[in-house]
T-cell receptor, first 113, second 109 residues
């Protein structure tokens, strides 16, 4: 299994600023992902975080708005840039183990004023 | 359009009642997963179904994969307040987990 922690757990930010969310996994994983969950809704995949190279973004998400890093196998960051109130969501980190089990972090609750 | 449509979107029932949640698609899948998410936490895997017609039981929860592997259901018997949460079906698409629209369940004591 894998235990995933995220920092911060929540934040309130002003529009136009940026926030970087950190994700740490306690064991080596093959793949890491970032999801967004808007209030009362399901999870939407933002991107796959690739170790040592650019992330792979899903339709509707772009690198300029959501830059992602993954410097090693167990750590990734997601930045939400130039925030607006529409970016208020829960952002979840996820990781897949070598035996194809997928685990999720507790999420970062972001409110943009 | 959503790849996986879940119904109902929201369900509020009394403790002890039974309920069924559905997950439907027009696509065929090699497997399907069910997750439960509680407030302030990430989704947690409940079960994976892989064979058409397969039925899996997890205590009071019964999961079924449709014969054509396009749909699935989750049945809860004698629901308890601890079953409250967001239930999500999900499928693997090119090593990416894609979630259904979700069913929010509230079990009132």
């Amino acid at each position: 299994s894998a235990v995933i922690s995220q920092k911060p757990s929540r934040d309130i930010c002003q529009r136009g600023t940026s926030l970087t969310i950190q994700c740490q996994v306690d064991s080596q994983v093959t793949m890491m992902f970032w999801y967004r969950q808007q209030p009362g809704q399901s999870l939407t995949l933002i991107a796959t975080a690739n170790q040592g190279s650019e992330a792979t973004y899903e339709s509707g998400f772009v690198i300029d708005k959501f830059p992602i890093s993954r410097p090693n196998l167990t750590f990734s960051t997601l930045t939400v840039s130039n925030m607006s109130p529409e970016d208020s969501s829960i952002y979840l980190c996820s990781a897949r183990t070598p035996i194809d089990e997928q685990f999720f972090g507790p999420g970062t609750r972001l409110t943009v004023l | 359009t959503q790849l996986l449509e879940q119904s109902p979107q929201f369900l509020s029932i009394q403790e002890g009642e039974n309920l069924t949640v559905y997950c439907n698609s027009s696509s065929v899948f090699s497997s399907l997963q069910w997750y439960r998410q509680e407030p302030g936490e990430g989704p947690v895997l409940l079960v994976t179904v892989v064979t058409g017609g397969e039925v899996k039981k997890l205590k009071r929860l019964t999961f079924q994969f449709g014969d054509a592997r396009k749909d699935s259901s989750l049945h809860i018997t004698a629901a308890q307040p601890g079953d409250t949460g967001l239930y999500l079906c999900a499928v693997d698409s090119s090593y990416k987990l894609i979630f259904g629209s979700g069913t929010r369940l509230l079990v009132r004591p």
